[in-house]
């Protein structure tokens, strides 16, 4: 009988934190380098540059500030466009993985989108075509690409739009592999083809074929989930529900049915034994800003978040807060003052004031402090 068939193993929601903290290098921090880090996690949102170098470092045994900007200058990581319309750090593999399932969404054929943004369907097919040529063996700063593009009357009704720092009409180009980051230039952002920046890029397959690899990578670091979960953190839900409910039943046998104090969902079979024989264990973690632990679930999850306090994660303008994580569950968040961490607690959470103080080292270690003070906010 295949495993998916069988009984559902049973676990419980404290060995499932317990298990992702450990999957996600936060309980246990590795000797890794930056491109194992980033591949583990799906990618590191880099909205914020600072707060993606606290998630990669806070995760090293041996925190090194600014190493994943290093890395993002080698081609070992690429910046770009991909989950949620976000700008996310990405190995090579990472991107060959989920960017096809961003295009398979065409949300740029939906009437909303083109009311919003000003562009047709085939106005975006040209502007992939000439970013590609104007980009070809070369990077260009925001400003030198939009004069460049500009020289065509065609794209005269985009410029707003192309000039605009939040990218929307560059990012179905970016699902489609068209562009990326490139190295910046001082406080320039520039831009460039992943073939240019990547060593040996092969261009990136058709969705189903990428499917596979995106939906075990997440399971082995946000798992066990439903389809619905992986692709509110891969889209928003843009893609269609039985197109997404079709990549988990492709894996078959790879993937089993878990059940979690009752609620069913997937994990990699391979991980399955594993997680069942979890201990959960007290722990007490300090998160930055846009961590992944947050929104690879997403901030929806009340088992995770507090439904109660969710607007004290997910802030307004975006904004997702450093987090205090105790025993797995959000329980506050955290913000420096000087050489204080000040932190807010929820409904009265008292973290052991020894593991705090430990976590709080880890912090200053991942941005090149002396030491902080725990001090409550």
Known sequence: MARNEEAAVQVTWEQVFTWRLARQFVSEPAAARVPAIVERL?????????????????RRKTPKPGALTEALGTGAVVKTWAMRGTLHALT???????????????????????????????????????????????????????EALLADKAFHKMGAELKSGWGALLKPLAWQGALCHGAAQGNRVTFTTPAELIPGWKGLPEPDEAAPAAVTAYLGAYGPATPETFDAWLSRGNNRKPVVRGWFSDLGDD????????????????????????????????????????????????ELLPAAHRSDVSRTAGWIAPLVVIDGRIAGTWELDGAHLAVS????AKPPAKQLATAAARVAAALGLDGLKVVSA
């Not at 990472?94 to 000003?118: C, D, H, N, R």
């Open 255 to 302: 993937l089993a049915e878990i059940e979690i104090d009752g609620v069913k969902a997937f994990l990699r079979a391979e991980h399955v034994d594993e997680l069942a024989a979890v201990r959960p264990r007290q722990s007490v973690h300090l998160l930055g800003a846009f961590d992944q632990y947050i929104l690879g679930p997403g901030t929806k999850d009340t």
């Open 42 to 58: 799906c990618g590191v949102q880099a909205q914020v540059g600072s707060a993606a170098e606290t998630a990669v470092a806070l």
């Open 92 to 146: 090579p593999e990472g991107a060959a993985a989920f960017l096809p399932l961003m295009a398979a969404t065409k949300v740029w054929e939906k009437p909303s989108w083109q009311k919003a943004f000003g562009a047709t369907p085939a106005e975006v097919e040209a502007l992939t075509e000439a970013v590609s040529q104007v980009l070809a063996n070369k990077a260009l700063t925001r400003e030198e690409l939009v």
């Open 345 to 348: 607690m929820f409904d009265g």
